[in-house]
């Protein structure tokens, strides 16, 4: 298993692009809103480990709510699986709380599920799927 990705919150991707960029280089691609998750996203850094910025898109979504009561910062961190359900039912088995309890679409064409902060300490675990 490897680090994907980890995810940080940011206010405004406008203004918080250019802070990033300077360290991480331009983004891999252009930003993209997650299906159903709330969210405006984008991934920066090269190799396999990247940064993904992550912008609220309204006043419900979690992300939102995350940032107004602990502000931006980072969010998770994410760790490629080759089968996001399998991963989320071994947390389950082994006795950890989940979000999702089947893998979603998410951002970057790939499959996704959280596991509850709760299963990994106060740490909010997300398994991304690679597309077959």
Not at 60 to 85: E, M, N, Q, Y
Not at 93 to 122: E, N, S, T
Request: charged share 25%; proline share 8%.
């Amino acid at each position: 298993m490897k680090v994907d990705h980890v995810g940080i919150v940011v206010a405004s991707l406008h203004d918080a692009l250019p802070l990033w960029t300077r360290l991480l280089g331009e983004p891999s691609a252009p930003a993209e809103e997650v299906p159903g998750g709330g969210v405006r996203v984008a991934f920066l850094g090269s190799g396999e480990t990247h940064v993904e910025l992550v912008e609220p898109t309204g006043p419900d979504s979690p992300v939102s709510k995350f940032l107004a009561t602990r502000g931006g910062g980072i969010h998770h961190i994410a760790f490629g699986v080759p089968d996001v359900d399998r991963a989320l039912r071994d947390v389950e088995a082994r006795g950890g709380r989940l979000i999702d309890r089947r893998g979603r679409p998410g951002a970057r064409g790939r499959r996704v599920g959280f596991a509850h902060p709760l299963a990994f300490g106060g740490v909010l675990v997300e398994f991304v799927e690679e597309p077959r």
